[in-house]
């Protein structure tokens, strides 16, 4: 990964969860996943910027922090996509993308703002181009989503 990109923007990580699961988020205690396909809205305006914050994202977590680092090591990652754009757009792709998911994983990443929920459970998995395009139609000045390349980007 090119540590010297240390550019600030929104992520959007996606899994596949391959059988139903309870498991024990952190101070969310036990929630019921089914199996399917999950997306997570994250932003990155700390030290590092969004390149550190995926590099901790790829990696199981042996201690974890966030929602999703508890989630993340019983499911499959499949694919990123981030956006460079300097203003924090968490929220408002977390509500556009609640009007698509077919379910809502109530209070899991959203501890510090008042969203339902910044992360979704499909039963398909999403095209890059439904989404970037959505994002485009409600944000026309944002950048383009961009796909983040395991093989180039690690």
């Known amino acids: 990964m090119n540590d010297n990109v240390n550019f600030k923007g929104t992520y959007l990580l ?78 408002q792709y977390a509500q556009l993308l609640s009007h698509f998911a077919d379910d809502c994983i109530t209070d899991f990443g959203c501890s510090d703002c008042r969203c339902q929920s910044h992360f979704f459970y499909f039963n398909k998995k999403l095209d890059f181009d439904f989404i970037n395009n959505i994002l485009i139609l409600n944000y026309p000045s944002d950048n383009n989503l961009i796909k983040f390349d395991f093989d180039k980007d690690i």
């Open 14 to 91: 996606f899994f596949f969860l391959d059988h139903d699961q309870s498991l024990v988020i952190g101070k969310l205690g036990e929630k019921h996943f089914k199996a399917g396909y999950y997306y997570y809205i994250g932003s990155a305006f700390g030290p590092g910027g969004v390149f550190a914050r995926i590099k901790h994202h790829i990696k199981k977590s042996t201690k974890p922090r966030w929602h999703i680092d508890y989630f993340k090591n019983f499911a499959n990652l499949l694919d990123i996509w981030y956006t460079n754009f300097p203003e924090k757009r968490e929220c």
